[in-house]
């Protein structure tokens, strides 16, 4: 209870500030936002005096610079210097790309329903040797992590690929229940 009111109290004392911190800076020419609609999006928007549009679309990166951005972030924490970083991030994105091709298609609807005992065993067996190819692909390049990290910077490694996991799984529920 006591951690609460603690958090409680540096919590509103934090509100209480903030908006003397958004106001403490002015702008020489003042912004006033007209709204516009798009006729090929269909979305609102809001546009400053300029004409300049605040929310452009961006467009969505590919999983491999999503890939490219994981390695860099994760050799910054792991402190690396240059000639591990640059062979750490060429070996990161290597194992995402085979990792990737033996996942394949996770997204594949099947009706399990309207099939027989035969192919529904064929496809747990499938999952069971998919799973194994996974799993070899890991070993692989464990043995490549042990010539440049040591087990600390490996376990942590784990650990931040699957916080960023965990973070992306939750951006996709949420996104889609929208």
Not at 24 to 41: A, E, L, R, Y
Request: proline share 3%.
């Amino acid at each position: 209870m006591k951690k609460f009111f603690a958090v409680f109290t540096l919590l509103s004392m934090l509100v209480m500030v903030s908006p003397a911190e958004l106001y403490g800076q002015t702008t020489s020419q003042p912004k006033t936002p007209t709204t516009t609609v798009t006729k090929d999006k269909k979305k609102q928007r809001t546009k400053t005096k300029a004409g300049k549009d605040k929310h452009q679309t961006k467009e969505k990166p590919s999983r491999e610079q999503l890939a490219e951005r994981q390695a860099t972030l994760i050799a910054q924490q792991l402190g690396l210097d240059e000639p591990t970083r640059a062979k750490f991030i060429s070996t990161f994105l290597a194992n995402q790309k085979e990792l990737w091709a033996a996942r394949g298609d996770k997204n594949a609807k099947k009706n399990t329903s309207l099939m027989s005992d035969s192919e529904i065993s064929k496809i747990i067996t499938g999952d069971f040797e998919q799973q194994q190819r996974v799993l070899d692909i890991r070993k692989k390049y464990y043995s490549t992590y042990c010539k440049l990290l040591s087990q600390r910077q490996i376990l942590r490694m784990y650990e931040l690929e699957k916080q960023t996991a965990k973070r992306l799984r939750k951006h996709q529920t949420t996104v889609r229940r929208k």
